[in-house]
């Protein structure tokens, strides 16, 4: 986790089998950084607003519930 205070992030969630990390900023202070292939490193977006699935079940599946947040808009 102290790879994460490198890059002035946050983590905003954490599963045993996985965690998701927010950095904010620039295009030019975040490029996908070279981190070693150990990692794991899945996934990188760079977006506004977003939601994300949390870890996975007991199974190793992606969790998979649907949730109604109605109209949700950018803050």
Same mark, same amino acid.
């Given at each position: 986790m102290q790879i994460v205070h490198i890059f002035r992030a946050n983590i905003?969630?954490?599963?045993? %089998?996985?965690? !998701?990390?927010?950095? !904010?900023?620039? #295009? %030019?202070?975040? #490029?996908r950084p070279r981190l070693p292939k150990s990692f794991g490193v899945v996934e990188v977006m760079r977006t506004g607003t977003i939601a994300m699935n949390r870890g996975a079940d007991s199974r190793g599946r992606r969790q998979s519930s649907k949730v109604d947040w109605g109209v949700a808009s950018s803050v």
């Amino acid at each position: 986790m102290q790879i994460v205070h490198i890059f002035r992030a946050n983590i905003v969630d954490v599963a045993a %089998d996985s965690l !998701i990390v927010e950095v !904010i900023g620039t #295009r %030019d202070k975040y #490029r996908r950084p070279r981190l070693p292939k150990s990692f794991g490193v899945v996934e990188v977006m760079r977006t506004g607003t977003i939601a994300m699935n949390r870890g996975a079940d007991s199974r190793g599946r992606r969790q998979s519930s649907k949730v109604d947040w109605g109209v949700a808009s950018s803050v």
